[in-house]
Nanobody, 124 residues
């Protein structure tokens, strides 16, 4: 059984930084590709970042590339998302998720375990 618990969200001003964490339970974290997604009210869930099991490969959409950094510590069973230069449009609930595929992907349907989400609100 895999459980994912996000933390680190909050209310910040535009231009500020936040670091999200995702604590994973279970014995599969270190062998699984992981991802971060977000969902704003009235919008579909959106891909934010993905990382391979080793941490050696990452992927970002253009909307966050250069501002967000995904990383992981397999010894601590923890996934991170460093968010810099936050914008109002980054406001959303952020979810971490575990990928069941053997490659990193951007599709929510490829992820079979999800956390409960953490709210990030950026004031303009």
């Amino acid at each position: 059984q895999v459980q994912l618990v996000e933390s680190g969200g909050g209310l910040v001003q535009a231009g500020d930084s936040l670091r999200l964490s995702c604590a994973a339970s279970g014995r599969t974290f270190s062998r699984a590709h992981m991802g971060w997604f977000r969902q704003a009210p009235g919008k579909e869930r959106e891909f934010v970042a993905a990382i391979s099991w080793s941490g050696g490969l990452t992927d970002y959409p253009d909307s966050v590339k250069g501002r967000f950094t995904i990383s992981r510590d397999n010894a601590k069973n923890t996934l991170y998302l460093q968010m810099n230069s936050l914008k109002f449009e980054d406001t959303a609930v952020y979810y971490c998720a575990q990928n069941r595929r053997t490659v990193i992907t951007r599709r929510p349907g490829d992820y079979d375990y999800w956390g409960q989400g953490t709210q990030v609100t950026v004031s303009s």
